[in-house]
């Protein structure tokens, strides 16, 4: 018989003075039982997370006879949605359309996705610069305030422009192996897409401008789908799964595990989202608050992690076709409400986030500031010609 060699483990001392000498790697299966929590995870104390603040009683905003063409339940339910977004941003449906099924499935198959070995969840790593791909946290992106969770992303426009921009992708990156996970994303994004339209309708309905006027402007989307996986903690006070930010998209459908974890920010206080597997968190990006002109406000919200269960949540982000001028329609914009942003395009702001500035709480703030910059630069310039 051959004894089994048993190999010492490093003390904690040891782990801390490794990864202090070696480029940090996020290998969540070896992280999560860590007790040492390497610096860059570590965010400042005035950043720092309450794991268990108080819930927010949120009314459940029922889509039913909405979807179902019921015009008096229409009226009802974008009053509701008007009201939500002007006092923070953000709603949970119900009654949405989306088939339980579809819900689970991106679920488990973010469970196999996850649960590769690193090494295999590189295939489809996300290159500097770009927002697709998987990302275990941003280790090479961010030196500090890093986020405790992987994320796989993707783009995602509607079938006319490609039917199968989903699967491909997720097929080319990771092999054929994956066609079945890639049809699961392709339908969840389809219905996401399909479900970000009509709630077009009730904001437009809600801020006078008509049912129509936001539902076709972002008809032809280019919008991310990004699947967050937030690994246990051993100090989950110490970190976060994703910082306190608003999202620069424009309308975010967000369905979370029942773990719990998902905190927004209301009238200067956090407050928990408890999890519900029938709703939809909705939530107003800084995009649509630039096309509002400021009528409708950007959610901020931020995701805590904790030392006993792994959570997940599945992210659609609606963006506008890559063309569209964001410019608020002329009813939303007079004496008394001046112009609040600059027109700019998605990928402007795109760019933005991935290449100038962090995502954070005052992202629309900053991108304001830059491309007024960049306009007084450029005239200066075209000055000095
Ligand atoms: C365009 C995007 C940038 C982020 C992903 C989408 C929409 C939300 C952004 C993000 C989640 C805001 C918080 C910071 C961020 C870096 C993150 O923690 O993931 C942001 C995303 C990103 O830039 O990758
Ligand atoms: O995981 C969550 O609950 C929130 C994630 C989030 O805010 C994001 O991906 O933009
Ligand atoms: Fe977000």
Redesign the pocket.
């Known amino acids: 018989m051959h004894p089994i060699p048993i190999m010492p483990q490093p003390s904690n001392q040891e782990i801390k003075e490794q990864q202090d000498q070696h480029p940090l790697v996020f290998d969540a299966s070896l992280l999560r039982h860590q007790l040492h929590i390497p610096s860059q995870f570590v965010w400042p104390d005035e950043e720092k997370a309450c794991l268990d603040e108080p819930d927010l009683p949120v009314p459940f905003i029922d889509l039913g006879g909405f979807l179902s063409g019921d015009p008096l339940a229409a009226t009802e339910a974008s009053r509701l949605v008007g009201e939500a977004c002007q006092k923070h941003g953000f709603f949970l449906v119900v009654n949405h359309g989306i088939q339980h099924q579809l819900i689970s499935d991106a679920h488990l198959y973010m469970d196999h996705f996850f649960s590769l070995p690193l090494s295999h969840k590189q295939r489809a790593q996300r290159m500097p610069g770009e927002h697709c791909g998987y990302a275990s946290s941003f280790t090479g992106r961010f030196s500090s305030k890093l986020p405790w969770k992987e994320t796989l992303s993707f783009q995602y426009s509607p079938r006319n422009n490609s039917p199968t921009l989903v699967k491909d992708y997720l097929c080319d990156k990771m092999g054929k192996e994956f066609e079945q996970f890639g049809n699961v994303y392709q339908d969840y994004c389809e219905a996401m897409s399909n479900l970000s339209l009509g709630i077009m309708e009730l904001l437009g309905l809600s801020l006078g401008v008509g049912r129509a006027y936001f539902r076709e402007f972002f008809e032809e989307n280019n919008s991310i789908m ?1 699947l ?1 996986y ?1 690994p246990t903690c051993q100090k989950p006070d110490l970190t976060l ?2 910082g306190p ?1 608003c ?1 620069p998209t424009s309308l ?1 459908i ?1 369905h ?1 595990d029942q773990v719990g ?2 905190q927004v920010c209301v009238d200067n206080e956090w407050h928990s989202i408890k999890p519900d597997v029938n709703a939809f968190v909705v939530n107003v990006g800084d995009t649509f608050m630039a096309l509002s002109n400021g009528r409708y406000k950007s959610c901020l ?3 805590v992690v904790n030392s006993e269960t792994t ?1 997940k ?1 599945l ?1 659609f ?1 609606l963006c506008p076709r890559s063309d569209k001028v964001v410019s608020p329609p002329c009813e939303l914009v007079d004496k008394l409400s001046p112009r609040l942003y600059p027109d700019f395009t998605w990928p402007m702001l795109l760019e933005f986030t991935q290449k100038h500035y962090r995502a954070d709480m005052k992202t629309l703030e900053a991108f304001t500031n830059w491309l007024q910059r960049k306009s007084t630069h450029s005239n200066i310039s075209n000055h000095i010609k």
Do not use: E, V
Request: proline residues 0%.
């Open positions: 990004r967050n937030y799964g994703t930010h999202d975010t967000l979370q974890g998902l919200h931020r995701a959570r949540s992210a982000f």
